[in-house]
């Protein structure tokens, strides 16, 4: 399972009564591979897997592998503690995913022992390919990091922790290890191509794009940017467009996710408002956001 271009993860939407909107999910996957998305990553972080019943996981990855039929890879979440992520593992291959994100386990901080004996134990419980997700309670040492990618069905790394030097040191380890040509590493952070042109120098051409979700001509158009050298339309996208939206994003915890969601509906898609404890934006940052789309699509279509 070998991905290219720009990752798409979805929101998650949801319906007046605050119940996952299968239909409106449908549509918004399909905008987005129809856009050209190089992976679709259902129930993930952007579409707050922190706040769906396991049900709700495998629900939303059926609509995925149904509405994408076999035009790109699925992937959805599994995580937390370990018998719900092999729960969830579990029901993510029965709705017929092509692999799983595996996010950290919950709350608790383990050694680096225990989270392979995490990802060994959650892994047995599927036969799909696992990307491991690297962030909060998870951090790897590298020697972890190679540990993990010999384990025979884990095909990759997200990173969301943003340290390059450490994640320098992870490629490099990995990379020495045998048989992990295939092997892949992906930028995992809010906004990533705030940072993709670093993790590019390190050997870390993907990453997930939220921006995508709701403009995919602006997520596009800077990634292939990026791939070209085009220092100039690079620039300008991260000085007038990525460097004002991550401003506002950080203005509030959990805008990561619930600005995308506003994105997606801004741009003509009802996706419904986020679950708690995420807070919807104001009108006022709304209202901002619909002016930086408006100036980013402006830019890439000059």
């Known amino acids: 399972m070998k991905f290219h271009g720009v990752l798409f993860f979805p929101v998650t939407p949801f319906a007046a009564d605050g119940s996952l909107d299968e239909e409106r999910l449908a549509q918004h996957i399909d905008n987005g591979v129809a856009a050209g998305a190089g992976g679709v990553f259902v129930a993930c972080g952007t579409g707050e897997f922190h706040a769906l019943t396991s049900d709700e996981v495998e629900r939303a990855t059926r609509v995925a592998v149904e509405t994408t039929a076999g035009r790109v890879p699925v992937l959805a979440a599994a995580g937390g503690p370990t018998p719900v992520a092999r729960d969830q593992a579990a029901r993510v291959e029965r709705a017929g995913a092509d692999g799983i994100l595996l996010l950290p386990p919950y709350l608790v901080s383990a050694p680096q022992q225990g989270l392979v004996r995490y990802v060994e134990e959650v892994t047995a419980a599927t036969d799909l390919p696992v990307v491991f997700y690297q962030r909060g309670t998870a951090r790897l040492a590298e020697s972890t990091a190679a540990e993990l990618a010999a384990l025979p069905n884990v095909v990759g790394l997200k990173d969301g922790i943003g340290d390059i030097e450490r994640m320098h040191r992870i490629v490099r380890a990995v990379r020495a290890v045998p048989g992990t040509e295939d ?49 100039s339309v690079v620039t300008t996208l991260l000085d007038e467009f990525y460097g004002p939206l991550v401003a506002l994003r950080d203005e509030v915890p959990g805008y990561a996710v619930a600005l995308v969601k506003a994105g997606v509906t801004l741009r003509g898609l009802d996706v419904g408002g986020v679950r708690a404890p995420l807070i919807d934006p104001t009108p006022e940052h709304v209202s901002r956001l619909g002016k930086l789309i408006d100036h980013g699509l402006g830019v890439v279509q000059a």
């Open 183 to 231: 092997f892949q590493f992906f930028n995992g952070l809010p906004t990533a191509e705030m940072t993709a042109p670093a993790y590019r120098g390190i050997g870390v051409a993907l990453y997930s794009s939220a921006v995508f979700a709701f403009a995919p001509e602006i997520a596009l158009a800077f990634h292939r940017a990026l791939a070209e050298g085009d220092e």
